[in-house]
């Protein structure tokens, strides 16, 4: 694929008004598509020093985005650029539009010096800035959202101390829970479930696959700690990380 730098500045501005819905769940054919640009988000957020809510802002302002309108009107790298943008204002971590495009150009054109500041360059950082107010309009500027990471982390401070200290030591259920959590951003699933239920479902995964068991109670660990689940809705939340680890794998 061709880097930012290298489309006309008509091809990245927003390509005219055809909202004819969101693909979002809408058509599994474009998932694979979804998950590409959701990963490039990723990757760009590392190389910008983003936190991981941040990160996390911008996947969820894409997927709400493409929610509500089709991939095949607008540029998805443009909108996702963008939402890494504005992902920085809501979460107060500012990042420079010159840095985001020169980290986008060098995702696509590896080795390449960063962008001179001549018209093609502005015209991009135009093109970025008008994306964003898009963005706002069509999520009526509710950017703001609850993410699992601190229920997450609430679990897992509970369920640690149910476990022996030392077979917590020899198993790496926090890691593999957080970098479960990060996977899900790859696809919609994170604004198809109660951000509850994901930290559940990936705490439960992660204890499961190491064979950690926790002390029997008269109610399941999981509804001690989120009263509202359900054992469906774990399951639910499973098989949708499964199928982005699926899709990951026709991505490679």
Not at 76 to 85: K, R
Request: aromatic share 10%; proline share 4%.
């Amino acid at each position: 694929m061709q880097g930012p730098s290298a489309y006309s500045t008509a091809s990245l501005r927003v390509a005219g008004r055809r909202d004819s819905g969101g693909d979002i769940a809408a058509d599994p054919s474009l998932d694979t598509k979804h998950f590409r640009v959701c990963r490039f988000i990723m990757e760009t957020g590392v190389k910008l020093c983003m936190h991981s809510v941040p990160v996390a802002t911008a996947c969820v302002l894409y997927h709400r985005f493409f929610e509500r309108v089709s991939i095949h009107a607008y540029e998805p790298y443009l909108v996702a650029m963008s939402c890494v943008y504005l992902a920085g204002k809501v979460e107060e971590q500012h990042i420079r539009t010159r840095d985001i495009i020169n980290v986008s150009h060098r995702y696509f054109n590896s080795g390449s010096t960063p962008l001179e500041c001549d018209k093609e360059f502005w015209n991009l950082r135009d093109s970025v800035v008008q994306c964003e107010l898009l963005i706002l309009r069509q999520l009526n500027f509710q950017v703001s959202f609850e993410h699992p990471h601190k229920n997450l982390l609430h679990y897992l401070l509970s369920v640690k101390s149910l476990v022996n200290r030392h077979a917590w030591s020899r198993t790496p259920v926090a890691e593999t829970s957080w970098a479960l959590l990060r996977d899900c951003y790859h696809g919609a699933m994170v604004i198809c479930h109660r951000p509850q239920h994901i930290a559940i479902a990936m705490l439960y995964l992660a204890l499961n696959s190491y064979g950690v068991e926790l002390p029997a109670g008269e109610r399941e660990w999981w509804q001690v700690l989120c009263d509202d689940v359900m054992k469906a809705d774990i399951d639910a939340v499973i098989a949708d990380l499964l199928q982005l680890y699926d899709m990951e794998a026709k991505c490679i």
